[in-house]
């Protein structure tokens, strides 16, 4: 059973910086990639960062593109979401997800973790 618990949220000012976490426990075999996606009230939810887990390749939304960095620990069996130059915009709820193999989309999610903005 795979379980990813969020944390670092919280409530910042525009140009602060914060740093997300995600602790993923389960087997890390059968994981295709890693992802942060994020839902602001009355909007859909996106797709924030992802990476690979395989090798590492980083997708990133182009609205957060030089702000904001995903990473992982391998050894830790974590990724994280370093976001800097934050805007108003940013806010939203911050999700974990993790593809797993055979899996065509994210399938395992976090309970989401509150990202608030403000200017």
């Known amino acids: 059973q795979v379980r990813l618990v969020e944390s670092g949220g919280g409530l910042v000012q525009a140009g602060d910086s914060l740093r997300l976490s995600c602790a993923a426990s389960?087997?890390?075999?059968?994981?295709?990639?890693m992802g942060w996606f994020r839902q602001a009230p009355g909007k859909e939810r996106e797709l924030v960062a992802s990476?690979?887990?395989?090798?590492?390749?980083?997708y990133y939304n182009d609205s957060v593109k030089d702000r904001f960095t995903i990473s992982r620990n391998l050894a830790g069996n974590a990724v994280y979401l370093q976001m800097n130059s934050q805007d108003v915009a940013d806010t939203a709820v911050y999700y974990c997800?993790?593809?797993?193999?055979?899996?065509?989309?994210?399938?395992?999610w976090g309970q989401g973790t509150q990202v608030t903005v403000s200017a």
């Open positions: 997800a993790e593809q797993r193999v055979g899996a065509s989309r994210y399938d395992v």
């Open positions: 990476i690979r887990w395989s090798n590492g390749d980083k």
């Open positions: 389960g087997r890390t075999f059968s994981r295709v990639a």
